[in-house]
């Protein structure tokens, strides 16, 4: 019950930051990563979900999205590689990445989950595109490849959308690790409302009903997720509200509920509008991913984040 | 994934597949007789060939090292601590003749090489690893220089090392070896060899710790009600470390977590929780797939 005080009014529940640091100085140290992984975290969230919407897309007789979800797929999981390796100290040594297999680092199941994903879901475009290949032999070969290269795309898409949560919630970083029950759902949410706005951007609004419908699921998902999210946060859920993190956020979910808006009144006649609440949907997925990605990094720079909350845990 | 890290008190050199590993080494660094000579860090420096970290004044009493890093492995933190009543508390300060009116803290930190170690258990590469004597150690020559175990150190302790592509090892994380080499040659760790008042002591890590036990009796005993144990506990969050201290202020003081826990113990949690979004993504499309 929350306590009151002798006008009545509400006293926050807050502990007060009484601590002693060392001249205010970050103890935990923030992670050494550029722009290149918040872009990744969008990119693959953005990869994964289109491989399954393709997959809904050929179930129900929508070719065209079908392709454009083959090449949104296609296209984020190059780009994610690009990230990924720039982002390394030794770039060159990438590979190493690939010495061994380790459940207790996500980094390195992620690594094998894109390194099968890659080819499927380049194969799967590829086999769109095999009208336009003269030799007979390749344009039957990229068919009889098609549907298993697109299964196993989709197959591997839920868990490429889903475990760049677990990637930042197993740090020491406070706003990652205490929001670990949530954001895998804050992140397949915000990959469902950026595939489905991907798909509205690229299709005929004919053919873009369902990638509508799992976008409107998606923003609902990553609504409701956020906010239970903020509540476990404690504390550090103050990083979340502040700073660049709290102006990304802002943002992210202004344009996510404007595209919900657009999706459901406007998108549905009008191509233009569907263009744009797709591309708010977009923008918006951006944003939450580096929204969190910078709450991380402040939550690490104050001690007060690491401090506060192991205190409490002790007494 | 085996949940090997729930038993307290066993050697993890052990548990990582070491057959007749030989006891578990470890530091003892007691505070209470730390002087800021700052000798560990430069003997650190000159046997591991670290290079320069900064040479900025800082503003923080004597400490212009910040902090530990991927060029400091040793780093000694000082606190000019105002105190009210003469310094009769601590049993250091108050051996002048004139009660000063505040004390000393100080502390050499360093790697905890934890028994359950962040860094460890996420590196993808395999490049840091768990050395016969129980300890932590980066293989420069495997490390991919991805920084995943950054933030998975609880204490901040690694760090990727940034410079001149010319410097060595830069893009790759580096940290205490608790002197791998030496004591793979019976020797004792550059630091603890030249530690002038014995501050840091090293040794096999089950006598340390009764070593510590002693001490901390002693000092309560003579009335220092303040001073503490660090990491020596198997049960604590990390399953103990493999260096341990004895302060004289709460931890934080000395920019020390108060009580951290490896994350990878919800790491099961974490995975199924993800396993369940995943789900909630294919249902999501079935649903969006749906005729109506
Ligand atoms: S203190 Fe940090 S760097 Fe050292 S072993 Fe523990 S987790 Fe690794
Ligand atoms: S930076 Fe190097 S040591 Fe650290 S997790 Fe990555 S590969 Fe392992
Ligand atoms: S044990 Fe060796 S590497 Fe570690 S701090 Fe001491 S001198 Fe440096």
Redesign the interface.
């Known amino acids: 019950m929350p306590k009151t005080n002798k006008s009545g009014r509400e006293v926050p529940m807050v502990p007060k930051a009484n601590?002693?640091?060392?001249?205010g100085?970050?103890?935990?140290?923030?992670?050494?990563?550029g722009k290149d992984i918040p872009a990744y975290l969008f990119l693959g969230g953005l990869a994964?979900?289109s491989s399954?919407?393709a997959?809904?897309a050929e179930?129900?007789g929508n070719n065209i999205l079908r392709r454009n979800c083959k090449f949104t797929a296609v296209g984020a999981i190059g780009a994610s590689y690009l990230a990924l390796i720039h982002?390394?100290?030794?770039?060159s040594?990438?590979v190493?990445?690939l010495?061994?297999a380790?459940?207790?680092?996500?980094?390195?199941v992620g690594?094998w989950i894109i390194t099968f994903y890659g080819p499927a879901a380049g194969f799967s475009a590829a086999s769109e595109l095999r009208h336009l290949v003269n030799s007979k032999r390749i344009s039957s070969l990229l068919k009889l490849i098609n549907k298993p290269a697109m299964i196993g795309a989709a197959t591997l898409?839920?868990?490429l959308?889903?475990?760049t949560?677990?990637l930042l919630?197993?740090?020491?970083?406070p706003a990652?690790?205490s929001g670990?029950?949530?954001m895998?759902?804050v992140?397949?949410g915000s990959?469902?409302l950026a595939a489905?706005g991907m798909g509205m951007l690229t299709s005929p609004v004919s053919q873009s009903a369902?990638?509508r419908?799992?976008a409107v699921?998606?923003v609902a998902?990553e609504l409701f997720a956020i906010k239970k999210m903020e509540e476990s946060m404690g504390l550090v859920s103050e990083t979340l509200n502040s700073g660049t993190a709290g102006q990304l956020l802002k943002a992210s979910k202004i344009l996510s509920i404007s595209g919900l808006i657009g999706t459901l009144l406007i998108a549905p006649k009008s191509r233009l509008g569907s263009i744009a609440s797709g591309a708010a949907l977009v923008l918006s997925s951006i944003c939450t991913r580096f929204g969190i990605f910078e709450a991380?990094q402040a939550s690490?720079r104050d001690?007060k984040y690491?401090?506060m909350p192991?205190?409490s845990?002790?007494s | 994934m085996k949940l090997q890290f729930r038993e307290p008190g066993i050697n993890p050199a052990v548990l990582s597949g070491w057959e007749d590993a030989p006891p578990r080494k470890g530091f003892f660094t007691d505070t209470s007789i730390c002087i800021g000579c700052k000798a560990c860090e430069v003997a650190c420096k000159e046997w591991n060939h670290v290079p320069e970290d900064g040479l900025e004044w800082l503003g923080t009493s004597y400490d212009n090292t910040g902090s530990l890093g991927a060029s400091t492995w040793r780093h000694v933190a000082f606190i000019e601590q105002p105190i009210a009543k003469p310094a009769s508390e601590n049993g250091i300060a108050s051996n002048g003749s004139a009660n000063p009116d505040f004390r000393w803290l100080m502390s050499s930190d360093v790697c905890k090489h934890c028994t359950e170690a962040g860094c460890l258990d996420v590196c993808p590469t395999g490049a840091l690893f768990r050395t016969e004597f129980g300890t932590v150690v980066v293989q420069d020559d495997i490390c991919n220089g991805c920084g995943y175990c950054v933030p998975a150190c609880p204490f901040g302790v690694i760090d990727r090392r940034d410079g001149s592509d010319s410097a060595k090892n830069v893009g790759i994380a580096q940290k205490c070896t608790l002197c791998y080499d030496r004591i793979g040659a019976g020797m004792t760790p550059a630091c603890a060899q030249a530690c002038p008042t014995e501050s840091i002591q090293f040794g096999d890590l089950d006598e340390l710790r009764v070593r510590a036990q002693e001490r901390i009796e002693l000092l309560h005993q003579q009335g220092n009600k303040s001073a503490r144990l660090y990491g020596e506990d198997p049960n604590d969050g990390i399953g103990g470390a493999g260096a341990i201290f004895l302060l004289l202020d709460e931890p934080e003081v000395y920019g020390l977590p108060p009580n951290p826990v490896v994350t990878t113990r919800d790491l099961p949690e974490m995975w199924k929780r993800a396993g369940a979004a995943a789900l909630a993504l294919i249902v999501g499309l079935a649903a969006a797939s749906l005729k109506r």
Do not use: C
Request: hydrophobic share 40%; charged share 10%.
């Open positions: 601590f002693t640091s060392y001249y100085n970050p103890i935990v140290k923030a992670a050494p990563w994964g979900a399954l919407l997959l809904g179930v129900t982002d390394l100290g030794k770039p040594r990438f190493n990445m010495r061994v380790k459940p207790t680092s996500p980094m390195s690594t898409a839920p868990a959308s889903s475990y949560a677990v919630g197993n740090t020491a970083t990652w690790h670990f029950k949530e895998p759902f992140f397949v990959s469902a489905g369902i990638a419908r799992f699921a998606g998902t991380g690490s001690p690491t401090v192991q205190k845990s002790n």
